[in-house]
Structure formats: structure tokens, C-alpha cells
């Protein structure tokens, strides 16, 4: 053991193991992992070389200090970066990385670590699928929404003109490795967005998780225990439905809970960040969906105005007017949610929810139903 | 039914199925197939619509008896065509037919059937597997090549300028349809490199089957009942290898009988057809496999005779002076074997055979070894 290890002992960390039969991979969730997951690496994975996909905001900020672990770990690593933002997930970057990790020689037995935001992970995450037919995957998310969703579940892919995520693959990683001390370089505003998947949790299935929230969620955003326990929790009740259902067959549907609502507000508002960044899509898109379901006589009142107003204290946007520049009309939406993959012969599958922790699959939903309701969300709310 | 299908009574098949657990799929063998395939897929996959990608040529030659019998047995289809040639395996052409194939709303359950050869097979297998993250394919394959090695098994990809087939996916089809009478309207060069690949299969583990071609390879060529039992053999031999290894960890190796050496030619050829075509590449990879194993001590030089003879008398080549300008130096072709996705840690792996029907995996063959060999082959046989 070098000296530099040696001053820097592993912090305790938690381990969500995902049960995947010969796919299975754990997720290390905890402070100041990286050095950790180079370990790991080196022992589960003997004589690998590694790539580093990053962005090249994180080529700075992070990248240095997974090298350095590395390296220490005797892990020979070359970098790519690509630019960051949703942007980088087309098919021109998809094919400059392919071509960037041939050139690195990344071979069968190698490995590519993903080392960034959603971005970073489902554009490597797809290269890394389909070279050479599969290489391995470690994801290392830096952000809390790769942290808690898009880094767990094996989901890859990039962008086309005709939507989000239309290309991509199922490739689960052989390794996440969550390293919450990351997350202390977020945007407030970045932070928030993550959030609101976190919150989704609770609201699938586990009402005493969204008890929890509720009372915990400063706690969550300055750091500590409390940050590690939303995270594992998130990571363990995502990792419980990928292991029911790999291919969203089924049950894995419901993770898309206030999705359908997300992926048109999206869309609308043409991956604009500057206007609504994914977590807060999703964070309109939560309340919509409990709301859609009082409207339907499924969901009490009071569970309705509870996710919303956990929300709004957070300060996430929960209702169609908190965008900017507006979304449209209740037609532009519907239109938009029907461009959705999930979309099936045409009918549209909503997540909607019995209460807090209750939700369910709702497919062939008419879509003059879901436009009745969006309409009556954009007059009442003026 | 109605009168056309009266009119043309289903000929006789052969059902060949492949055990993959739930990606179990038949291959169905035999003349006239078209409209026998498509009562299949109307009856295994209701209401499913379909988009055929074919090639530029095929769009013409078969396309319009393949949509009739889609028609008739209503299956709603779209046709969506690549210019024909290696050089259609480019991202462009990927990310082309990618959107063509959302343009065309091809939607989770329904299907791409790839009418073509290899490179229709493996651009559009590629393209079914990431759509969506992976909707359904059926492979018509319309060359001999595609019939008994492309179509079966699951591989798909494109070419990188780093070298063929680099980027892909195993993606099972859900149904593979061989028509042995599309063959009928192959030029005999092309039928000739397929039938390489129909010899493999012998030499690889059944030496019955060599015999049976040493005395049956002009009824194949002609058509009728042999041809059908070389396709259901090569067929029945590949499956029986995916079954055992469907990702190539192993066994499936096998296949690659000649291709170590096959796929170093095209290379050094520039995958120009004019000079040389993959099955041409194979043939002589399979004639220097066996001449290989002979000077390693491992083969008799009868057997490695045996083998050149049989596909020197079907007229093709053997050697490496048979390559049209020549395949370079032992070196160039050493290197160019080098960049091979079988490559595992700088190591050579090649297919080698204690005799004909008798091969096996020789992974860790010193490039030195090779070299030496490949030099004894310019020299002596100049």
C-alpha cells in the first residue's frame, strides 16, 4: 500500500448489490470512492485497460483524481472526452467515440468508464454495448440523477431527430460506483433537478421513503449521511425492478413514473436547458401524474397536494405554467407524448398512482382523456 | 386462402430450429419460402408491421414477390433500400436507416426484415437491435453466404476505419427464412465464395459432410435437394455452435475456421469485391488453416491437400499468389491479422485442425510462428 492510500483510508460506503444472474454488479455508494472503485477494478478485473468518456467540464474538475487512483491501482488508462450537454448524445459523437476507443485499442477484456452526468453514461455506455460487439461498463456518475436513475438498469443511448433516446441498447454495467462527495461540486439548480428522481422513489412504492423526504431533504442536499441513504435507497428500490424486469417487459415501466408528461415537456421545449433541465420535466410530470390521477377519481386530493407541495418546498416546478416560455397547448402536448417511445399502436401508457407509493401501469389511456385533463391544468392554473 | 396462394401450393421445407432459451427461432429451408414466410410472421407476431430493408438490386429482383406475399397474408410493410456493397456497413448508412426506420414509426413489437446479403443482414440486424433498444428481425437472406453463415447466429455490425465488423451486437432474429430458388439468381462467382463457407462446416467438425460435398458440389450449384441439404447442414452445424456459445466466449470460435487469414486479405485488399469477396477471402483462410496445421506438425498433408483440392476444383482460390495484385508481404499480412477484434492482449488466435472434421481453438500463437509460415507460403509457392 503507497502512502498516498495510506493517508486517505476508504470511507465507509454502502453496497446495493443488483441481481442479474451472470449480469449481476454492485453499486458502492459512499464519500471519496474513487480511489475505491480503482481498487475494485484492479482486483475484479485483472489485466484490464481502461478508457475514461468524460466531458470536458469534468476532464478538470474529476478526471485528474480517478487517474491518479488508477494509476495507483495499477490500471493503465487512456481519456476521451467528448462536449458536454444533451448535444453529445447523436450519432456523429457516437461514432467519434467508437473510432476513439478503437484507436485507444480498447479490446474485449478492456473496460470503459463513464465518468460523468447522464450524458456522459448513455452515450459511453452505448459505445462501450456495442464495441466489439460488448466491452465492459463501469459507470461512475457525478451527478445525483446519473447517481440515483440513468447510471443503474443497464438503459443506453443517444438522441435522434425523431426523439429521445430512440437509439440505444441494454447493457448493464459491471460496476457503479456512486461517489457522493461528487455531487458537492453540483449547481444548486443541477442538485434539485437530481432530486426530483430521488422523490420518485417514494412515490412508486415506498410511501415511507417519501415520509422520509420529506423531513430529510435539506440534509440530503448539504452532504452526509443522509445524501448516502437517499442515494442507496434510490439505488436499491431501482435496482429491486431491473432485476424483475431487465427489458421493461413489465414492471420496469413504472420507473417512467411522471416520464410521459417529462419526455413532451422536453421535447417542447427542445432539450433547451437553459429553460427546463430533465429532473425538473420529471419534477412537473410527478405532480401532473397524481394529479391526473385525482382527476380520474384514482388518487385522493390531499396525496396530490402533498407531492406537489414537497416539491415546490424543494423548489422544483410542478405545474405546466412553471415553464419557461410555456409548453404549448394541451394538443402540442398530447402530440408531443405520442412521439414517445412507449407509445404502443398508438395508445398512450401512463404511470398513474392510487396514492402516494401506489402507482401503477395505466397502458391504452385515450388520448383525448389525457388532452381533457392537460387542458384543464393549463385554464385552472393561470 | 385465396387463389394465388391455391395456385402455389407451399413447397416443401426444412424446419431447422435454434435452442436459445427464450431467443430460441426456426430457420426455414427450402424453394419458393416468400409466402410460407409470411403466413409465419403473420401468424407468430399479430398485428406487427414490418419494414424490409433491402439493397438498390434486390429492391427489384425479389422486393415486390416478398411484399405481395405480405400483402396477401396482411402484414402492413414498408420497403426501405441501401445502395448495395461493403461500403453501406458505414455509420452513415446506420444512422440513415435508423431514422428511416422511425420515420417509418416502426414501433417496439413490430419487426425489420432484412431481404438482402450479409451487409443488408448485418447493417439491418444492427440497426433492429438498437432501435428502440432492440425491436424484432427476420432475416431473408438472398446469397448462399448469408443463407449458411451471416443470417444465423445473431452477429450484426458496421465497419469502423479501424477495421470490419468492429461495432455491433449479438441480436438473435426472431425468425430466419433461406429460399434456396433466390439463389438461382446468383452469377457464379458469388455462389462459388458462399460455398466456402458450406465447406467449413465439414472441416470443422464433420468430415461426412466434406465427403458428401467432395461428391455432391455441382447438384448444389444446380439446385434441387442437395442444395437444400448443404444449406440445412450449414445451418443445423451453426446453430448447434450458438446454442453451445451464443457471444463467442468459447466454442463459437470455431467459426472463424480461415478467418483469422480471410479477414487479414480483405483488409489487404481494401474490401474491393473486384479483387476479392469475403468468401473467397475464406477459401483460401481455410486451404492456408489446414497447410498451417500441417507445418505445425499437427495435420496430415494429405488432409491439408484434400482441402485445396476440393475448393481449387469448385474454382477457388487457395493461395495467397491467387489474390488479384497480390496480398502484400508475411509482414503486412501479420500486422493486418493484428487488427483483428479476435485479438486478446497482442496474442494471435487462430483455428487450427488436427485433421479434416477435427479443428480446434489454438489461442497465444506467437506472431514470430505465423509469420514464418506465411513467408514459407510466398516463397514456395510463387
Given at each position: 500500500m503507497n502512502a498516498l492510500a495510506e493517508a486517505a483510508p476508504a470511507a465507509e460506503r454502502i453496497v446495493v448489490p443488483v441481481a442479474l444472474a451472470e449480469r449481476s454488479y454492485d453499486i458502492l455508494i459512499g464519500r471519496h470512492q474513487l480511489c475505491e472503485a480503482a481498487q475494485v477494478i484492479a482486483s475484479r478485473f485483472p489485466g484490464a485497460r481502461a478508457a475514461i468518456v468524460t466531458d470536458t467540464n469534468l476532464a478538470t474538475l474529476h478526471a485528474p483524481a480517478l487517474e491518479s487512483c488508477l494509476q495507483q491501482a495499477g490500471v493503465t488508462a487512456t481519456r476521451l472526452t467528448i462536449p458536454p450537454g444533451?448535444?453529445?448524445?447523436?450519432y456523429a459523437r457516437f461514432s467519434e467515440l467508437c473510432d476513439g476507443l478503437l484507436a485507444a485499442k480498447i479490446e474485449r477484456n478492456d473496460l470503459v468508464i463513464a465518468l460523468g452526468g447522464g450524458v456522459v453514461g448513455d452515450l459511453s455506455g452505448f459505445a462501450a454495448s456495442v464495441l466489439r460487439r460488448g466491452v465492459r461498463l463501469v459507470q461512475i456518475p457525478t451527478s445525483l440523477l446519473a447517481q440515483v436513475d440513468?447510471?443503474?438498469?443497464?438503459k443506453t443511448g443517444i438522441n435522434s431527430s425523431h426523439g429521445k433516446n430512440l437509439i440505444g441498447a441494454f447493457h448493464q454495467p459491471a460496476l457503479v460506483v456512486?461517489?457522493?462527495?461528487?455531487?458537492?461540486?453540483?449547481?444548486e439548480r443541477e442538485f434539485k433537478a437530481g432530486y426530483a428522481e430521488v422523490v420518485k422513489y417514494g412515490l412508486i412504492d415506498d410511501a415511507a421513503f417519501f415520509d422520509w423526504c420529506e423531513v430529510n431533504w435539506r440534509r440530503v442536499m448539504e452532504g452526509g449521511p443522509e445524501r448516502d441513504h437517499a442515494v442507496a435507497t434510490a439505488c436499491r428500490a431501482k435496482a429491486a425492478v431491473v432485476a424483475r424486469d431487465e427489458r421493461e417487459d413489465?414492471?420496469?415501466?413504472?420507473?417512467?413514473?411522471?416520464h410521459t408528461f417529462a419526455h413532451a415537456l422536453e421535447r417542447l421545449t427542445r432539450y433547451d436547458s437553459a429553460r427546463l433541465v430533465h429532473g425538473e420535466a420529471v419534477a412537473i410530470g410527478l405532480s401532473l401524474a397524481f394529479r391526473f390521477s385525482q382527476r380520474l377519481g384514482l388518487c385522493s386530493g390531499q396525496d396530490a397536494g402533498r407531492v406537489a407541495a414537497h416539491l415546490a418546498a424543494v423548489g422544483l416546478p410542478t405545474r405546466l405554467q412553471d415553464v419557461p416560455g410555456g409548453a404549448g397547448t394541451a394538443s402540442d402536448i398530447v402530440e408531443a407524448m405520442t412521439q414517445?417511445?412507449?407509445?404502443?399502436?398508438?395508445a398512450l401508457t401512463f404511470i398513474l398512482?392510487?396514492?402516494?407509493?401506489?402507482s401503477f401501469i395505466a397502458p391504452g389511456v385515450a388520448t383525448e382523456t389525457a388532452h381533457d385533463f392537460i387542458e384543464s391544468e393549463l385554464v385552472e392554473r393561470i
Open positions: 444533451e448535444s453529445s448524445k447523436s440513468s447510471s443503474v438498469g443497464g456512486c461517489d457522493t462527495a461528487l455531487l458537492d461540486t453540483l449547481s413489465g414492471d420496469r415501466a413504472l420507473l417512467n413514473l411522471g414517445d417511445k412507449k407509445v404502443k399502436r398508438g398512482a392510487h396514492g402516494i407509493g401506489k
